[in-house]
């Protein structure tokens, strides 16, 4: 009956250092697709990035422009609120602090809006400083369709909700919103490291 129960726990894990991993949570070796919906289809030549909000002009790129922006590479654990984390994931991105360097901003929060309708609220805060950047690739790869590709927000930090996928949009706020989950009663904020999972933790 082994195959029944190993079946069930359906987990493949790997060990980890002490103090790498957020509490609760287990390490994989996998990537594990999570999307609320179908993912959606964004050709490169209509595809587009745009700011908009509490900036003085809107701004938008193509995939020509935001793709000749200067990226970063960088390695960096992810953690999903339904417990699996994956560490040391390479990505190629270009920072949010690249595409606000021209545009001072009043704004304390965002609503990053994707293709297909998803939406997450964040501080503005945990976007700038070097924490969060909209990513093009993965492991070298162009990032795949169900990762979010053609682009998606990678905020390692919070917990993977706020990494979203099929990135469309940063829209700039003076006011705090829920978007999808935090509507549903995951957590506004939602650090790991304080497992902040559910509204009320
Ligand atoms: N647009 C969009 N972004 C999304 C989601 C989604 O359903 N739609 N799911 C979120 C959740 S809950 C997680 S854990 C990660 C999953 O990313 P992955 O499928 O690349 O592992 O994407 C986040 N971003
Ligand atoms: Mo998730």
């Not at 999903?80 to 929060?109: H, M, Q, R």
């Not at 979010?148 to 979203?164: D, E, I, N, Q, T």
Request: with cysteine.
């Amino acid at each position: 009956m082994s195959f029944i129960s190993r079946g069930f726990r359906g987990r493949r894990q790997v060990d980890a250092p002490a103090g790498r991993v957020p509490p609760g949570q287990y390490v994989t070796p996998d990537f594990p697709v999570l999307s609320a919906g179908p993912t959606p289809s964004v050709p490169l030549d209509k595809w587009r990035l745009s700011i908009t909000g509490q900036v003085d002009k809107p701004l938008a790129w193509t995939w020509a422009e935001f793709t000749a922006l200067p990226s970063e590479d960088v390695t960096v654990d992810i953690h999903c609120v339904t417990k699996w984390s994956k560490l040391d994931t390479a990505w190629k991105g270009v920072s949010v602090d690249t595409l606000l360097k021209d545009s001072p901003t009043a704004a304390e929060y965002v609503m990053a809006h994707s293709y297909g309708g998803y939406t997450t609220n964040l501080p503005l805060e945990d976007l700038t400083g070097g924490k969060a950047w909209i990513a093009y690739a993965y492991g070298g790869e162009p990032l795949e369709p169900e990762h979010g590709g053609p682009a998606r927000l990678l905020v390692p930090h919070l917990y993977f909700w706020k990494s979203a996928k099929w990135i469309s949009g940063l829209e700039l706020r003076d006011d705090d919103a829920p978007g999808f989950w935090e509507t549903y009663g995951y957590h506004n904020y939602g650090d790991p490291w304080r497992e902040q999972r559910y509204a009320g933790d």
